[in-house]
Protein backbone atom coordinates (compact mmCIF):
# COMPACT_ATOMS: atom_id res chain seq x y z
CA UNK A 1 0.00 0.00 0.00
CA UNK A 2 0.85 3.34 -0.48
CA UNK A 3 0.11 6.08 1.99
CA UNK A 4 0.50 9.92 1.03
CA UNK A 5 -0.50 12.37 3.81
CA UNK A 6 -0.66 16.01 3.57
CA UNK A 7 -0.29 18.50 6.87
CA UNK A 8 -0.46 22.12 6.63
CA UNK A 9 -3.86 23.33 5.77
CA UNK A 10 -6.03 26.09 7.71
CA UNK A 11 -7.39 29.63 7.58
CA UNK A 12 -5.56 32.28 6.49
CA UNK A 13 -6.41 36.55 6.02
CA UNK A 14 -6.14 37.46 2.13
CA UNK A 15 -2.25 37.98 1.37
CA UNK A 16 -1.19 35.71 3.78
CA UNK A 17 0.66 32.91 2.99
CA UNK A 18 0.47 28.83 4.15
CA UNK A 19 2.90 26.11 3.37
CA UNK A 20 1.68 22.77 2.48
CA UNK A 21 3.41 20.00 3.10
CA UNK A 22 2.90 15.89 2.15
CA UNK A 23 4.33 12.90 3.15
CA UNK A 24 4.54 9.94 0.81
CA UNK A 25 5.49 6.38 1.88
CA UNK A 26 4.77 2.65 1.38
CA UNK A 27 5.30 0.17 -1.41
CA UNK A 28 6.21 2.83 -3.70
CA UNK A 29 10.19 2.42 -5.49
CA UNK A 30 10.14 5.30 -7.79
CA UNK A 31 8.54 8.57 -7.84
CA UNK A 32 7.49 9.55 -11.25
CA UNK A 33 5.78 12.36 -10.87
CA UNK A 34 4.50 14.51 -7.97
CA UNK A 35 2.74 17.47 -7.03
CA UNK A 36 -0.62 19.94 -5.64
CA UNK A 37 -4.58 19.92 -7.48
CA UNK A 38 -6.92 21.26 -5.47
CA UNK A 39 -10.98 21.86 -6.20
CA UNK A 40 -13.20 23.87 -4.56
CA UNK A 41 -16.83 23.40 -4.06
CA UNK A 42 -18.66 22.73 -7.26
CA UNK A 43 -15.90 22.87 -9.13
CA UNK A 44 -13.02 20.12 -11.09
CA UNK A 45 -10.25 19.26 -9.75
CA UNK A 46 -6.96 21.32 -11.41
CA UNK A 47 -3.49 21.14 -11.05
CA UNK A 48 -1.78 23.25 -8.59
CA UNK A 49 1.77 22.81 -9.25
CA UNK A 50 3.70 19.56 -10.53
CA UNK A 51 7.35 18.46 -10.49
CA UNK A 52 7.31 16.08 -13.60
CA UNK A 53 9.14 12.95 -14.82
CA UNK A 54 12.65 15.53 -16.08
CA UNK A 55 12.15 17.13 -12.55
CA UNK A 56 10.92 19.98 -13.90
CA UNK A 57 8.22 22.37 -12.61
CA UNK A 58 4.86 23.48 -13.51
CA UNK A 59 2.27 25.44 -12.34
CA UNK A 60 -1.35 26.54 -12.82
CA UNK A 61 -2.08 29.55 -14.95
CA UNK A 62 -3.69 30.97 -11.68
CA UNK A 63 -0.84 31.10 -9.48
CA UNK A 64 1.34 33.65 -11.64
CA UNK A 65 4.45 33.46 -9.06
CA UNK A 66 2.70 33.14 -5.92
CA UNK A 67 3.52 29.50 -5.22
CA UNK A 68 6.34 27.60 -5.12
CA UNK A 69 6.63 24.05 -5.09
CA UNK A 70 9.27 22.13 -3.57
CA UNK A 71 10.20 18.45 -3.17
CA UNK A 72 12.88 15.24 -2.84
CA UNK A 73 11.72 12.81 -5.57
CA UNK A 74 14.65 9.94 -3.40
CA UNK A 75 12.79 11.08 0.44
CA UNK A 76 9.10 11.41 -1.11
CA UNK A 77 8.72 14.86 0.24
CA UNK A 78 6.87 17.07 -1.68
CA UNK A 79 5.75 21.21 -0.41
CA UNK A 80 3.90 23.99 -1.71
CA UNK A 81 4.96 27.75 -0.57
CA UNK A 82 1.60 29.88 -1.13
CA UNK A 83 1.98 33.21 -0.87
CA UNK A 84 -0.15 35.98 -1.76
CA UNK A 85 -3.25 34.30 -0.74
CA UNK A 86 -6.95 35.30 -2.44
CA UNK A 87 -10.61 34.20 -1.74
CA UNK A 88 -10.37 32.20 -4.71
CA UNK A 89 -7.33 30.06 -3.49
CA UNK A 90 -10.00 28.69 -0.77
CA UNK A 91 -10.57 24.56 -1.89
CA UNK A 92 -9.36 21.23 -0.64
CA UNK A 93 -5.41 20.73 -1.95
CA UNK A 94 -4.39 17.32 -2.81
CA UNK A 95 -1.16 15.71 -2.56
CA UNK A 96 -0.70 13.35 -6.01
CA UNK A 97 1.99 10.83 -7.09
CA UNK A 98 2.69 9.01 -9.94
CA UNK A 99 5.01 5.81 -9.67
CA UNK A 100 7.48 3.73 -11.76
CA UNK A 101 4.50 2.25 -12.99
CA UNK A 102 2.30 5.04 -13.74
CA UNK A 103 -0.08 4.20 -10.90
CA UNK A 104 -1.12 7.72 -9.54
CA UNK A 105 -2.09 8.10 -5.76
CA UNK A 106 -4.12 10.97 -3.67
CA UNK A 107 -3.76 11.85 -0.46
CA UNK A 108 -7.17 12.87 1.41
CA UNK A 109 -6.63 16.50 1.30
CA UNK A 110 -6.30 19.45 3.17
CA UNK A 111 -8.43 22.65 3.51
CA UNK A 112 -7.34 25.96 2.74
CA UNK A 113 -10.07 28.68 3.07
CA UNK A 114 -8.54 32.42 2.66
CA UNK A 115 -10.86 34.61 4.28
CA UNK A 116 -10.92 38.10 6.43
Known amino acids: QVQVVESGGGLVQPGGSLTLSCIIS????????MGWYRQAPGEQREMVAI???????NYGEFVKGRFTISGDKAKKLVNLQMNGLRPEDTAVYYCYVRDGEWLNYWGQGTQVTVSS
Open 26 to 33: GSIDIVER
Open 51 to 57: INDRDFK
